[in-house]
């Protein structure tokens, strides 16, 4: 896509400002969930309200692929019973929402973020540590 | 709104370091995957499909123990027991063998969840955060952080080899070198560690081998039960005392394997029901030590449900990527990490004669010519001083 190859250039033309790392919120267990905590370093930048949805879908999107469901059961138990050998053939439940969440970020990106000199990083990218978001340096003022 | 500088930039504008017009100027390039610069001690195979640990410990041994009793069982056993039991037998023993056997496999071969290490930036994020006050030592204290889950304090371990503080349940396998999400156990039999991700097929593993290693044992006992009872040339073999080799070789590996591994399914079962882990369970993480009364913070309270997360939740990706194609700075950097100091040698590279590569990335041989280069130039310059002089 030319939006993502842009994306990209920006990632490599542009002068990084600075990295800012949204951590993991282990308060409901094990479970992918990030802090909504807005940093400070975005302040300038974008508002509280627009990181905190972005934030707040990410989390949904992640509960959703981890959810203990029907549908889980029966992947499960049906795996189980071909001896695990369905996860050669078929993509998972896991991976299905992890491309939802993929399309999600690039969406973000190209109509919110990219727009405000920011660019966010897939958190598989960084082993669902962390999402990364990077502050390009503000040309308009340097000019 | 400010006015950023931020328009849709054409991509065909400027090649940049990493764009496919500069990787042609350099030449044809193998492709590298991620799996071929993995810093963990682990081994690759099928072009990074398969990973294993660096030990294959006592693998070889499991293989050769299922294979062989069940070998024996098959070519001896079942023709004697289809004839006066059931045609069932070989059956019921073959499901069980393959089931065994995929699972041993996919334990062994696939990514127990292994966690990968930490970027650069986010190392130095988190050492700015933790060490502000610029701590000059070289290992400083182990660093710790609590966080509230479910309403019980856990402590977070920061990793120092993978520069990062470990999620909860996750450990720092030393014979691998990688952290683990949800660190069952190493497994020498399997050859891997036991975590997230292959937890049920080990779990599937020890129960269908405790009920193969069951069934054998029975059907063995059965036909020697059998025999016995029946007429003298019932011991239709060539030889007595082969047949008494095998019959007690299956039944002596069948009879401490039915213990231990029923054994160590129950234990299993057991952890799996409190959504535990062996690591836990051997630390004590829950059993209230200090005195106060410290319960599973990851316990469903509920038997069935902690069994459905345990063995029937979603299976989680392999966070690691092994085949993904290595980014060329990545590639470079990886290549020139220890030419970064040599900027002042250029002029002396090129004299010797170095291939035109880039400025920054040269061969060690290249490097260790141009070293010597200059040492003898130097050497050369300072006699010329002391001649004139």
């Known amino acids: 896509m030319a ?45 509280k309200q627009q990181f905190e949805e972005t934030v707040r879908t990410l989390n949904n999107l992640y509960a959703e692929a981890e959810k203990l469901g029907s549908q889980s059961y029966i992947e499960g138990c049906l795996a189980c019973l071909t001896a695990y050998t369905i996860f050669l053939c078929m993509e998972t439940h896991y991976e299905k929402v992890l491309k939802k969440i993929a399309k999600y970020i690039q969406e973000q990106n190209d109509k919110v973020y990219a727009p405000r000199g920011l660019l966010l990083t897939d958190p598989i990218e960084r082993g669902l540590r962390v999402i990364e978001i990077t502050i390009f340096e503000d040309r308009s003022l340097t000019q | 709104m ?46 990074g499909r398969i990973m294993m640990a660096q030990q294959s410990g006592v693998l070889p041994l499991t293989l050769g123990l299922i294979l062989v009793t069940t070998g024996l069982f098959f070519i001896f056993d079942c023709p004697f027991l289809v004839k006066h039991l059931s045609s069932c037998v070989p059956v019921i023993g073959a499901v069980l063998f393959v089931f065994v056997f995929i699972t041993l496999l996919q334990t062994s071969f696939s990514d127990p969840g292994i966690l990968p290490r930490a970027t650069l930036e986010e190392a130095a994020n988190v050492e700015r955060q933790i060490d502000s006050s610029g701590n000059s030592s070289y290992r400083p204290p182990p660093r710790t ?84 009872t029946q007429q003298k040339h019932s011991f239709s073999y060539p030889h007595a005392s082969f047949l008494w080799f095998r019959v007690m070789f299956e039944l002596v590996i069948c009879f401490f394997s039915v213990w231990s591994i029923l054994g160590l399914s129950g234990f299993h079962t057991y952890l799996v029901a409190s959504n535990m882990t062996t690591n836990e369970d051997i630390k004590g993480s829950w059993s209230g030590k200090s005195g106060d009364v410290a319960t599973n913070p990851f316990s469903h309270r509920n038997v069935f449900v902690n069994c459905c997360s345990v063995l029937c939740a979603p299976l989680p990706p392999s966070l690691i990527d092994r085949r993904g194609i290595l980014p060329v700075e990545e590639e470079s950097a990886q290549m020139c990490h220890a030419d970064i100091q040599l900027p002042a040698n250029k002029n002396q590279r090129n004299m010797v004669g170095a291939p035109a590569h880039h400025p920054l990335c040269l061969k060690p041989h290249s490097k260790l010519k141009a070293e010597l280069a200059a040492a003898a130039s130097a050497c050369l310059s300072v006699v010329k001083v002391w001649l004139s002089g």
């Open chain 2, 2 to 47: 400010k006015n950023c500088d931020y328009q849709q930039i054409d991509p065909k504008v400027v090649p940049t370091y990493a764009s496919p017009s500069h990787i042609g100027t350099r030449g044809p390039r193998r492709v590298r995957r991620k799996w071929e610069v993995f810093p963990g001690k682990n081994r690759f195979y099928c072009g």
């Open chain 2, 145 to 228: 952080k609590e966080v509230l889950i479910n309403q019980q304090m856990v402590k977070l371990k920061y990793c120092f080899t993978c520069k990062m503080f470990r999620p909860p349940r996750t450990s720092h396998c030393s014979l691998c070198d990688n952290c683990v999400e949800r660190f069952d156990h190493h497994c020498p039999w399997v050859g891997n560690c036991v975590g997230k991700r292959n937890y049920r097929f080990f779990y599937t593993f020890i129960v269908s081998l405790s009920f193969l290693t069951s069934f054998i044992f029975g059907c063995v006992s059965t036909h020697l039960a059998m025999s016995t």
């Open chain 1, 3 to 47: 939006e993502t190859h842009s994306l990209q250039d920006l990632r490599q033309q542009a002068a990084v400002a600075a990295k800012v790392f949204i951590q993991r919120d282990y308060t409901n267990g094990t479970l992918c969930q990030f802090q909504t905590k807005f940093p400070s370093e975005l302040e300038t930048r974008i508002d």
